[in-house]
C-alpha cells in the first residue's frame, strides 16, 4: 500500500478477496494471516514497516504483510465496511494514482471512523499491534541479529527441509 497507484493494492486485494494455499498448507486466509502475524515482528525489524520498507523490496513483508492490514482492518470494520471501502476507493481512484493516505481517507469516510491511528500504526509501526477480534493470535518475539546470521551462514546440509 505504500506505492502510489492501484498496482500493489490490486494485488493484495485479489489475494485478500481469494485467499489461496500455500507452500506451508495453509490453505485457508485465516490460517495463512495467523502464521504472517506471527512473523510481524521479525519482519519489521528485518524489512521496516510495511508502508516504509527498509529493506529487500522483494520480502514477503511487502506483499503478505499488506494483505495483514487489509486482514485486520477487515477484522476491525466488519466485511460489509470493508466491501464498501474496497470498491468506494477503486471507484474514486479507477483512473489516476493513489496513495495509502487516500486509502485511509476513503476507509475513514465509508466507515464512520477515525482509522488513522489504527492504520498508521499496522502501516509505519515498528511492533506488530494486536489483532483486532483475535486476542488468542501471538507475535513470536524476534530473533537477536547474532542469531539470525547464524541461521543464515547455517551450511545447507544442516538445514532440515522438513516442515
Do not use: C
Not at 23 to 32: I, K, P, Q, S, Y
Not at 84 to 93: K, M, N, P, S
Not at 105 to 112: D, K, L, N
Request: hydrophobic share 35%; net charge positive.
Amino acid at each position: 500500500m505504500a506505492q502510489r497507484g492501484p498496482r500493489g493494492l490490486h494485488g493484495l486485494l485479489y489475494r485478500y478477496e481469494r485467499g489461496w494455499t500455500d507452500h506451508l498448507g495453509l490453505v485457508t486466509m485465516e490460517a495463512r494471516m495467523k502464521d504472517v502475524y506471527s512473523r510481524g515482528h521479525q519482519w519489521r525489524i528485518d524489512a521496516g514497516p510495511v508502508a516504509s520498507p527498509t529493506a529487500d523490496p522483494f520480502h514477503g513483508q511487502r506483499y503478505t504483510g499488506g494483505t495483514l492490514v487489509l486482514y485486520a482492518l477487515w477484522n476491525l470494520v466488519g466485511q460489509d465496511v470493508f466491501r464498501r471501502i474496497e470498491h468506494a476507493f477503486l471507484d474514486r481512484h479507477r483512473t489516476s494514482s493513489a496513495s495509502t493516505q487516500d486509502y485511509i481517507a476513503v476507509a475513514a469516510e465509508i466507515s464512520g471512523q477515525d482509522l488513522s491511528g489504527f492504520l498508521n500504526k499496522w502501516l509505519y509501526g515498528t511492533k506488530t499491534p494486536r489483532m483486532p477480534g483475535r486476542p488468542d493470535w501471538t507475535v513470536t518475539p524476534p530473533k537477536p541479529a547474532a542469531a539470525r546470521r547464524d541461521q543464515v551462514n547455517t551450511p545447507k546440509e544442516k538445514v532440515s527441509a522438513t516442515l
